[in-house]
T-cell receptor, first 114, second 115 residues
Framework: DAKTTQPTSMDCAEGRAANLPCNHSTISGNEYVYWYRQIHSQGPQYIIHGLKNNETNEMASLIITEDRKSSTLILPHATLRDTAVYYCIVRVAGKDNYGQNFVFGPGTRLSVLP | DAGVIQSPRHEVTEMGQEVTLRCKPISGHDYLFWYRQTMMRGLELLIYFNNNVPIDDSGMPEDRFSAKMPNASFSTLKIQPSEPRDSAVYFC?????????????FGDGTRLSIL
C-alpha cells in the first residue's frame, strides 16, 4: 500500500509559487517526510525533509500540517528548470530502515509554463 | 565535489549477454543503493549496502541479478543472462547515514537496452 498520495500532474506559471501537495494520512510519529525531484534524464535530486516543523532551504519550503497527515512543498518562484517529477516519501528515522520503507511513488509531474 | 558516478551512461546489448553496471559513490558515504526505473513500475530499490555489506536485497528481481561492493569506492550490478524485460534506467545512490536522516545522492543512471 502506498504511504503517500500526490496529484498526477500540475501546471504552474513561471515566476509564480508552485505548491505541491502530498497526503500521508497513515504517517507514524517517527516517520519523516522527504521530497525529491527528477528532471528528465537525470537521477532523483533531494530537495528537503522534515518531521513536524516547517522547513526551508535554498530550494524550497516544506509545510507540514499540525496533524502531520499532509504536507505541501513550495517552490517560491518557479522557473522553467523546475519542470520535473516531484516525489513525496515518508521514511522511518534511523539506520537500516530502507528497503520497502523508502518507496518512490509515481510522484507529481510539474510543468512550469512560460 | 564529484557526485555519484555511474558507467556506462548507455548500454545496448543482445539478449543473453552479460551486463555489468558500475558505480562510484561519493567519497566517505557508507550507504550505497541500486535502483531500477521503468515506465511501468517507477523507481524500485533493488539492493543496498552499508559499509560494503549487502543489507537488503529483497528488491532484486531474480537470480540473474547480482551486486557486489568490493570496497568503499566501487560497486557493480551484474545481469547474467540479460533479457529484454531488463531494459530500464538503473540508478546508483549513496548517503552518509547518521542518527540524523541524510539524503541520498543519485547518479545520472545507466540506460540499459536489451535487444
Amino acid at each position: 500500500d502506498a504511504k503517500t498520495t500526490q496529484p498526477t500532474s500540475m501546471d504552474c506559471a513561471e515566476g509564480r509559487a508552485a505548491n505541491l501537495p502530498c497526503n500521508h494520512s497513515t504517517i507514524s510519529g517517527n516517520e519523516y517526510v522527504y521530497w525529491y525531484r527528477q528532471i528528465h534524464s537525470q537521477g532523483p535530486q533531494y530537495i528537503i525533509h522534515g518531521l513536524k516543523n516547517n522547513e526551508t532551504n535554498e530550494m524550497a519550503s516544506l509545510i507540514i500540517t499540525e496533524d502531520r497527515k499532509s504536507s505541501t512543498l513550495i517552490l517560491p518562484h518557479a522557473t522553467l528548470r523546475d519542470t520535473a517529477v516531484y516525489y513525496c516519501i515518508v521514511r522511518v528515522a534511523g539506520k537500516d530502515n530502507y528497503g520497502q520503507n523508502f518507496v518512490f511513488g509515481p510522484g507529481t509531474r510539474l510543468s512550469v509554463l512560460p | 565535489d564529484a557526485g555519484v558516478i555511474q558507467s556506462p551512461r548507455h548500454e545496448v546489448t543482445e539478449m543473453g549477454q552479460e551486463v555489468t553496471l558500475r558505480c562510484k559513490p561519493i567519497s566517505g558515504h557508507d550507504y550505497l543503493f541500486w535502483y531500477r526505473q521503468t515506465m511501468m513500475r517507477g523507481l524500485e530499490l533493488l539492493i543496498y549496502f552499508n559499509n560494503n555489506v549487502p543489507i537488503d536485497d529483497s528488491g532484486m528481481p531474480e537470480d540473474r541479478f547480482s551486486a557486489k561492493m568490493p570496497n568503499a569506492s566501487f560497486s557493480t550490478l551484474k545481469i547474467q543472462p540479460s533479457e529484454p524485460r531488463d531494459s530500464a534506467v538503473y540508478f546508483c545512490a549513496s548517503s552518509l547515514e547518521t542518527d540524523q536522516l541524510q539524503p541520498q545522492h543519485f547518479g545520472d543512471g545507466t540506460r540499459l537496452s536489451i535487444l
